[in-house]
């Protein structure tokens, strides 16, 4: 049956890849994006450049408000609530009801809150939405004191940017050093120096309450007896991923909304893409859910081929970035696992951290302001090439010749 209509809810960078994948593919039927924040825009900056005022809304838009109407892609500010997968309809909050073909489900997930005493205060502040990334910017400023709970590339960003902001920043994570399986033991080690060299004051503990008193300043309890306080508190441990409307239409659910290698869910009316689906291959295998932002296009790519009957694309390994106090870092592949872990150094400072599976083939990749270094490294992961340690270990030596 031909493809008439799709409707895509949530328009994050899953939802707008998908809409732009299909049209780019030569899908002509009606295409609509729901999501309760209207037009599509970018995440990332919400904790660097948009945080400091460096670019503005506009400046962070997916595309400009003519890309939607040139490709006719009608973007409804709304959010869905009720989902009907026989027929297959959704229900938006005003009442509304719409019909398609084909759902797309990019509901992406909500900040995680802190399940102690004191967690679910509205003065306990997250950022997700570019509504949060206003309100933070609102209540930083020169000689708050901020105290950041997770120190992960959010808190981190966060952390980063609030010192420019004028804020006094304490970083409070139960790890030390953050990071270890994203980029290695080492180079997390000195990315996680870098706070303190900053001038933030950084905690190892575990919040056990939080409590604010009538003139707005907050107490936060660890586990050792100390507290802290702080005029704003931001958490930042991750998301829950927004499964609730898949759970209530039937569809399988586990920590995501579970899906196969083509974005489908248990329902093949409705497909996953993005935070909130998780893949289950088909001997029912469950794959971890993955949150970055290159994740969430290539899922959106993958459901575009899918919907439209073509080949799946073929991604390659899963790679992320990161800013903070200065510097650019990235990843590529895994740094978890069995084999050998390598260092490069340069004058003495780790540089990058490599990898290498017991089979000889390189894993891993993590970098601090190496961009073309992991992007060599990718290629070499995908293309599933023997490394020697001695040359990756060698700061003079350069990757693209493995990678040719």
Not at 41 to 49: A, F, G, M, T, V
Request: aromatic share 4%; hydrophobic share 40%; net charge negative.
């Amino acid at each position: 049956m031909a493809l008439e209509s799709v409707i895509i809810a949530g328009g994050g960078m899953a939802g707008f890849t998908a809409a732009r994948q299909l049209r780019d593919r030569g899908y002509t039927g009606k295409l609509t994006i729901i999501d309760p924040e209207g037009m599509p825009y970018d995440r990332p900056p919400l904790s660097k450049d948009y945080l400091l005022a460096k670019r503005d809304a506009t400046q962070i838009l997916l595309s400009a408000a003519d890309w939607f109407s040139t490709h006719n892609v009608q973007v409804i500010t709304g959010k869905v609530v009720e989902l009907d997968v026989d027929t297959p309809t959704v229900t938006l909050s005003d009442g509304q009801q719409l019909g398609a073909d084909k759902i797309i489900l990019a509901t992406g997930g909500t900040a995680r809150r802190l399940p102690i005493p004191g967690g679910q205060l509205p003065t306990v502040l997250e950022l997700r939405t570019m509504n949060d990334a206003d309100h933070l910017r609102s209540v930083l400023g020169e000689g708050v004191r901020m105290a950041i709970v997770g120190a992960g590339l959010i808190g981190a960003e966060v952390a980063s940017s609030a010192l420019q902001l004028g804020a006094t920043v304490t970083l409070i994570d139960p790890v030390d050093p953050p990071l270890v399986p994203a980029v290695g033991e080492v180079l997390a080690r000195r990315l996680h120096q870098m706070h303190d060299q900053q001038g933030v004051s950084v905690v190892t503990g575990v919040p056990t309450e939080i409590t604010v008193d009538g003139s707005g300043i907050h107490t936060i309890s660890l586990q050792d007896g100390s507290a802290i306080e702080a005029d704003t508190v931001l958490v930042g441990i991750g998301i829950v991923p927004d499964t609730g409307l898949a759970a209530t239409s039937g569809l399988d659910t586990d920590n995501g909304i579970l899906v196969d290698e083509s974005q489908r869910t248990s329902h093949p009316n409705v497909y996953a893409i993005g935070d909130t689906a998780r893949t289950r291959l088909a001997d029912g295998t469950l794959l971890r859910r993955a949150e970055h932002w290159e994740h969430a296009m290539n899922t959106g790519t993958t459901v575009a081929a899918a919907l439209l009957g073509e080949e799946l694309p073929v991604h390659g390994a899963s790679w992320f970035w990161s800013d903070r106090h200065g510097v650019h870092v990235e990843g590529v592949g895994s740094m978890l696992g069995e084999g050998t872990q390598v260092i490069r150094e340069l004058e003495g400072i780790p540089v990058a951290a490599f990898r290498i599976d017991e089979q000889g083939m390189l894993a891993g990749c993590a970098a601090i302001d190496g961009g073309l270094m992991v992007r060599a490294a990718r290629r070499i992961i995908d293309k599933q090439k023997p490394v020697n340690a001695e040359q990756l270990a060698d700061p003079t030596f350069d990757l693209k010749k493995l990678a040719r």
